[in-house]
């Protein structure tokens, strides 16, 4: 054998064992990649026309989803998902003019809903839905000013509503008392005003973040105490407070889904939709990225929780619309 001949066999015989030290390494490494956690599974449609700006809620274990707007009209219907069934009920129409943008909350075992937009006015008017009866009752309106794109919450059977937009920005913060049916102006938000913000509960206390001011996506987050009715500016979302954290971008007309003391922030816009999922602890104020939704970036969409699981459906992409509805398990791992 010639020694050209053995230089190349030996040449062959090193490269074989580099590709083969490549596949191992590369085997290797995408075993040690972190498992995503957060599964995403489609269920039944929503029954209604496709639309955003609707209002949803939750009473026991089944969820109501009504209004909002499909590209041409407000809308009136409202519906009832039981995930037992799969099924989507109609439901009693709501009685108050068709509209979009406006607010829901759950407390004391009813549903509330109340402000939005009508495409001409905004609106300030609020009713009660009794789901043992299938009836809406008007209650007193809402004493800020009519607005559509306000936040709203519930902390211990209480409903609170703020901000939003009346041709000013907003950061008003209102408290509404099933029990007595009084509505009581609280102290305002420790932030700034803004348009579709994003609002949750978690251990008795209210959180409030993101949200647009004029052209500015907000990213403070701030933590409302209701039994001092005071405000706490919580680390925002920037890599100036959150050096070395993982946390999302600010963003506007996203929902909130709370699911075993932890809440978890899905879609909305910063300028660019998105699907981006991130879970949040308040205790140790930190944010966890999740697997993304699988329905797609969109906004406006509308969330609940049955059974600690989350539900997304409706929203809109531009001009298209969704009607699409997905479970969200967030102690499972993504597909």
């Given at each position: 054998?010639?020694?050209?001949?053995?230089?190349?066999?030996?040449?062959?015989?090193?490269?074989?064992?580099?590709?083969?030290?490549?596949?191992?390494?590369?085997?290797?490494?995408?075993?040690?990649?972190?498992?995503?956690?957060?599964?995403?599974?489609?269920?039944?449609e929503?029954?209604?026309?496709?639309?955003?700006?609707?209002?949803?809620?939750?009473?026991?274990?089944?969820?109501?989803?009504?209004?909002?707007?499909?590209?041409?009209?407000?809308?009136?219907?409202?519906?009832?998902?039981?995930?037992?069934?799969?099924?989507?009920?109609?439901?009693?129409?709501?009685?108050?003019?068709?509209?979009?943008?406006?607010?829901?909350?759950?407390?004391?075992?009813?549903?509330?809903?109340?402000?939005?937009?009508?495409?001409?006015?905004?609106?300030?008017?609020?009713?009660?839905?009794?789901?043992?009866?299938?009836?809406?009752?008007?209650?007193?309106?809402?004493?800020?000013?009519?607005?559509?794109?306000?936040?709203?919450?519930?902390?211990?059977?209480?409903?609170?509503?703020?901000?939003?937009y009346?041709?000013?920005?907003l950061?008003?913060?209102?408290?509404?008392?099933?029990a007595?049916?009084?509505?009581?102006?609280?102290?305002?938000l420790?932030?700034?005003?803004?348009?579709?913000?994003?609002?949750?509960?978690?251990?008795?206390?209210?959180?409030?973040?993101g949200?647009?001011?004029?052209?500015?996506?907000?990213t403070?987050?701030?933590?409302?105490?209701?039994?001092?009715?005071?405000?706490?500016?919580?680390?925002?979302?920037?890599?100036?407070?959150?050096?070395?954290?993982?946390?999302?971008?600010?963003?506007?007309?996203?929902?909130?889904?709370?699911?075993?003391?932890?809440?978890?922030?899905?879609?909305?816009?910063?300028?660019?939709?998105?699907?981006?999922?991130?879970?949040?602890?308040?205790?140790?104020?930190?944010?966890?990225?999740?697997?993304?939704?699988?329905?797609?970036?969109?906004?406006g969409?509308?969330?609940?929780?049955?059974?600690?699981?989350?539900?997304?459906?409706?929203?809109?992409?531009?001009?298209?619309?969704?009607?699409?509805?997905?479970?969200?398990?967030?102690?499972?791992?993504?597909?």
């Amino acid at each position: 054998m010639d020694t050209l001949t053995r230089h190349l066999r030996q040449l062959l015989r090193s490269a074989c064992i580099l590709i083969a030290l490549l596949s191992f390494s590369s085997c290797d490494s995408s075993e040690e990649e972190e498992e995503i956690w957060g599964n995403w599974i489609r269920q039944s449609e929503f029954s209604g026309v496709a639309r955003s700006g609707a209002v949803s809620f939750t009473i026991g274990d089944k969820a109501y989803v009504g209004t909002g707007y499909d590209g041409r009209n407000r809308l009136q219907d409202f519906w009832q998902y039981d995930p037992t069934k799969s099924a989507w009920i109609r439901k009693a129409e709501f009685p108050g003019a068709a509209r979009s943008a406006a607010v829901s909350f759950a407390a004391n075992g009813k549903g509330y809903v109340g402000t939005g937009f009508d495409g001409v006015n905004y609106l300030r008017d609020f009713w009660e839905y009794d789901p043992a009866t299938d009836t809406w009752t008007q209650i007193a309106d809402f004493p800020g000013t009519a607005r559509y794109g306000a936040l709203a919450l519930t902390i211990q059977d209480k409903g609170y509503i703020g901000a939003g937009y009346d041709g000013n920005y907003l950061k008003d913060f209102w408290q509404y008392d099933p029990a007595s049916g009084q509505w009581t102006e609280k102290v305002g938000l420790g932030g700034a005003k803004r348009l579709n913000g994003f609002a949750f509960a978690q251990n008795g206390k209210g959180y409030v973040g993101g949200g647009r001011n004029n052209s500015l996506y907000e990213t403070d987050l701030l933590e409302y105490d209701p039994v001092a009715d005071s405000w706490k500016r919580l680390k925002s979302l920037t890599s100036d407070e959150r050096d070395g954290e993982t946390y999302p971008l600010s963003r506007a007309s996203a929902i909130t889904l709370e699911i075993n003391n932890r809440a978890y922030l899905v879609t909305g816009t910063n300028g660019s939709l998105l699907s981006e999922v991130w879970e949040y602890d308040a205790l140790s104020d930190l944010w966890t990225r999740k697997n993304d939704f699988d329905g797609g970036a969109r906004e406006g969409a509308v969330g609940f929780v049955i059974d600690n699981r989350g539900y997304i459906s409706t929203g809109n992409y531009s001009t298209y619309r969704f009607d699409d509805l997905w479970l969200f398990d967030p102690a499972a791992s993504a597909d």
